[in-house]
T-cell receptor, first 116, second 114 residues
Framework: GAVVSQHPSWVICKSGTSVKIECRSL??????MFWYRQFPKQSLMLMAT?????????EQGVEKDKFLINHASLTLSTLTVTSAHPEDSSFYIC????????????FGAGTRLSVL | AQSVTQPDIHITVSEGASLELRCNYS??????LFWYVQSPGQGLQLLLK??????LVQGIKGFEAEFKRSQSSFNLRKPSVHWSDAAEYFC????????????FGKGTRLSVIA
């Protein structure tokens, strides 16, 4: 099956620094990637939809200047949390879908971000 | 509005017993329906999906789900639960296009006891 690799799996950073999370589709071309945030024992909250070569579409309430998304190639999307604060601590998950796959999304293993 | 309801937040079953997790959806067009499973600290794994055709779909790990349009439901079932099935289960609905985000339910946590 399709594999999505997400890196790092866990990151700890100081408040005010920036953190980059990578999401790679290893064996397929991901025309669209999605970024989610998940709070403990809750469902996934969609943050943004990213299409290769174009600007990401952010959900209402998500600060685009704080959560920078880049989808520069068909196999890589990155989420950069800029000037991170403790309230940004969360579990971030990416997913990827390929054209013509009827919206089957394959998920990365997630990144746990802890901001001190 | 598109939405998914999973009425049960937490279910506990005995190992070897049958399981049914409920999912109801609201979607304006022909829905594509999915069940995902998430182990603690992990991403989501696709269990099964429904696009069209036979309303009873088989998935991995012995799971199956039945699409009932009249009830707007897509319940997940397994005849005999194993301890390794303990996890969080999410039902999701989406449209045809691959660039359309899925709408997820709040999830059902499954505990398995001996």
């Amino acid at each position: 099956g399709a594999v999505v690799s997400q890196h790092p799996s866990w990151v700890i950073c100081k408040s005010g620094t920036s953190v980059k999370i990578e999401c790679r589709s290893l064996d397929f071309q991901a025309t669209t990637m999605f970024w989610y945030r998940q709070f403990p024992k809750q469902s996934l909250m969609l943050m943004a939809t990213s299409n290769e070569g174009s600007k990401a579409t952010y959900e209402q309430g998500v600060e685009k200047d704080k959560f920078l998304i880049n989808h520069a190639s068909l196999t890589l999307s990155t989420l950069t949390v800029t000037s991170a604060h403790p309230e940004d601590s969360s579990f971030y998950i990416c997913s990827a879908s390929a054209a013509g796959t009827k919206n089957i999304q394959y998920f990365g293993a997630g990144t746990r971000l802890s901001v001190l | 509005a598109q939405s998914v309801t999973q009425p049960d937040i937490h279910i506990t079953v005995s190992e070897g017993a049958s399981l049914e997790l409920r999912c109801n959806y609201s979607y304006g067009a022909t829905p594509y329906l999915f069940w995902y499973v998430q182990s603690p600290g992990q991403g989501l794994q696709l269990l099964l999906k429904y696009f069209s055709g036979d309303t009873l779909v088989q998935g991995i790990k012995g799971f199956e789900a039945e699409f009932k349009r009249s009830q707007s439901s897509f319940n997940l079932r397994k005849p005999s639960v194993h301890w390794s099935d303990a996890a969080e289960y999410f039902c999701a609905v989406g449209g045809y296009s691959g660039n359309t985000p899925l709408v997820f339910g709040k999830g059902t946590r499954l505990s398995v006891i001996a």
